[in-house]
């Protein structure tokens, strides 16, 4: 028996609402006018999907758009629908979906076919062909522009299907839906009548496409087989729908531009005149920079949920099909080294703002004929740490009107105090996740350790100059890569961090060894100057608190004890400064090799990106 696993949208304000235009009556009798194939979810709980993949086979017919590969895959839109669905529990265990988060999937990464994605599991086989890659196939049925429905509005529902000619809906599935399909519940038009039923509270939701509509109800398009209803097609009631809807939206296909067409035909970046080109539009952008970003969630497991796949076969391809892609493009012979960077971005940072460094870094790097791998570790935990420390503080009394340095003084530090404990808690599984990424078996980071063993292009190490390039907690995760990969033989080029939250003592013992032996050839430093690092407004939305984030790091978050931290100037010249250390350079911003004044604004400076690129070329800034 099919499973009922469609799951309520939850309220979202930023829903666009449908408004009917009022140029034409409906028509009082509203036949199916496309011949959609009655498909069969079977025992899966992917009804939301097969259901979207009927909308989205009826548009593409009404539009003329038809391929030869027409249908596309449910599976697909079902598995991505739950990246985006934000339910409480493991995303791991599956539970169905909502309308909204199928409709968020289609918007964000488009629509495969079925020939590509035949099952519940992602396809698992790279492919070199990208007319055979279902994340560069999707590109080519975009989702153009979507409303939701009242529920309560069966006129809105009339219109809006007078227009389209297909809703994507939902609703509680009573046992009517099983057992009520009798030829006898056969209507005037023909078509069998769900019959109406109290709907228990055992009863779960299903998704179905409505199809049109006749005196008594709308007629329904299910995904249950052709044995269901009229050849899988059924009329429920007004009555019904009212008592039992969920939701319902409407959508139009999506023009497929150039641009489209052009990503769906590139096996990796896009270049031209030597130069990479990049999508404007995000979703696109996200879709041509992806097969670079190995996109971790906690402790660095790959993640399956977001805008970013990451499987083990795609991290193969990345070291393999794209390293060798980009070695022709830029005319590297058999014997030429290769440059590659890896690139960790701070442990704060949510997807989106992830994504949007990557976006910069990889084309940018590219183009220097650095190979780029942007590790992304989506915690998020800075919107954590800014609530718990808000909830901490709410009791607290706040200063008023404005601030001499002795009264901020006095605030900074009984701030650091009150946010010792949920702070120092949050702080350290940042530090695990990072410590992680490259100490677990399954983390991504020691599955591209693995994948590069099995590389040819790794197999003579003298032929790979390696690159770390770590902004705050980033440098944390590097500390860790330095230890480990040094240990296994590996050999850096240069490693460079931007205002690194990594303790002195844990670069002493991981990097600063390698720095002596060797391992690392070079170390380069960006941080700001200390006067502007107790000007920094990073963390001022957590009342009031006016130091930088290193500040609070080092005076708060490390167990409520001062601790050296290696972006501050002052611990860096105290504590490392003092080494001589071969090869080891540092630059305080904001000045002419770094622009930055703010500890967030690193990797988002053009400048400083120029520097280190240029250092990781040879050149002095």
Same mark, same amino acid.
């Given at each position: 028996?099919?499973?009922?696993? #469609? ?94 988060? #199928? ?7 488009? &629509? ?86 109290? &709907? ?6 299903? =998704?179905? #496409? ?28 007004? +009555? ?56 971790? &969630? ?33 005319? *590297? ?55 718990? *420390? ?12 404005? *601030? ?54 790794? =197999? ?7 690159? *770390? ?60 100057? +200390? ?53 080891? &350079?540092?630059? #305080? ?33």
């Amino acid at each position: 028996m099919p499973k009922r696993s #469609a799951v309520p949208d939850r309220l979202d304000l930023r829903d666009r609402l449908y408004h009917p235009p009022v140029s034409a009556a409906p028509n009082l009798v509203l036949e199916p006018n496309t011949d959609i194939p009655v498909l069969n979810q079977e025992d899966t709980n992917a009804c939301t999907g097969f259901a979207l993949a009927s909308v989205i086979y009826h548009l593409q017919h009404r539009a003329k758009r038809k391929q030869a590969d027409c249908c596309v895959s449910p599976f697909m839109l079902y598995s991505m629908a739950r990246r985006y669905d934000e339910f409480p529990g493991s995303p791991n265990v599956d539970t169905g979906s909502s309308l909204r988060g #199928a409709m968020k999937a289609w918007y964000k990464h488009g &629509a495969c076919s079925d020939r590509l994605w035949t099952s519940e599991q992602m396809p698992t086989d790279h492919t070199a062909n990208s007319s055979d890659d279902w994340w560069l196939d999707a590109v080519r049925r975009p989702l153009g522009a979507y409303y939701r429905i009242d529920t309560r509005s069966i006129t809105d529902m009339h219109i809006a299907l007078n227009e389209v000619g297909i809703l994507y809906a939902s609703a509680i599935c009573h046992s009517g839906w099983d057992d009520g399909l009798s030829r006898s519940s056969q209507s005037k038009s023909g078509y069998r009548v769900i019959p109406p039923r109290k &709907a228990s509270l055992s009863d779960g939701g299903h =998704a179905f #496409a409505i199809v049109g509509y006749n005196q008594e109800g709308f007629i329904v398009h299910n995904s249950w087989g052709e044995g269901w209803g009229r050849k899988g097609r059924a009329v429920l009631s007004y +009555d019904d729908w009212l008592d039992n809807a969920m939701d319902c939206w409407v959508a139009q296909l999506g023009v497929v531009t150039e641009l489209h067409l052009a990503i769906a035909r590139s096996p990796s970046l896009r270049l031209e005149s030597g130069k990479v080109q990049i999508a404007g539009e995000s979703s696109l952008r996200r879709r041509e920079i992806g097969p670079f970003i190995i996109d971790m &969630a906690n402790n660095g497991q790959l993640s399956n949920t977001g805008d970013f796949r990451t499987q083990d076969s795609d991290i193969e391809a990345l070291v393999t099909h794209h390293i060798g892609t980009a070695r022709t493009a830029w005319g *590297l012979g058999k014997n030429d080294p290769m440059d590659i960077a890896i690139y960790a971005h701070g442990g704060l940072t949510s997807e989106d703002d992830a994504g949007e460094t990557a976006a910069k870094w990889i084309p940018a790097l590219y183009d220097h004929q650095i190979f780029p791998i942007f590790l992304m570790w989506e915690t998020d935990l800075w919107t954590t740490l800014k609530g718990r *420390l808000e909830d901490v503080l709410e009791a607290q009394p706040r200063p008023t009107g404005g *601030l001499f340095d002795g009264a901020k003084s006095w605030w900074n530090e009984r701030l650091e105090k009150l946010l010792a404990a949920p702070g120092t808690a949050i702080w350290s599984e940042m530090k695990q996740n990072a410590d992680a990424i490259s100490n677990t078996a399954e983390s991504g980071g020691m599955k591209l350790y693995r994948a590069c063993q099995q590389s040819p292009y790794f =197999a003579d190490l003298s032929k790979v100059r390696l690159h *770390l390039v770590g902004h705050s907690a980033g440098s944390i995760l590097h500390s860790h890569v330095v230890d480990r990969l040094g240990g296994q033989g590996w050999t850096f080029e240069s490693v460079n961090f931007m205002a690194p939250a990594v303790r002195v003592d844990l670069f002493e013992q991981t990097v600063v060894p390698a720095i002596k032996n060797g391992k690392v050839k070079r170390f380069n430093q960006f941080h700001l100057s +200390d006067d502007m690092e107790q000007k920094d407004p990073t963390c001022k939305p957590i009342l009031g608190y006016s130091r930088s984030l290193l500040y609070l790091v080092s005076q708060s978050l490390e167990h409520g004890k001062s601790t050296p931290i290696l972006g501050l100037e002052k611990d860096f010249n105290d504590k490392i400064g003092t080494k001589n250390l071969p090869n080891v &350079a540092t630059w #305080a911003a904001p000045g002419k090799e770094s622009k930055s004044t703010t500890h967030g604004g690193f990797d988002d400076d053009q400048v400083t990106m120029a520097s280190i690129i240029g250092l990781m070329k040879g050149k002095r800034p």
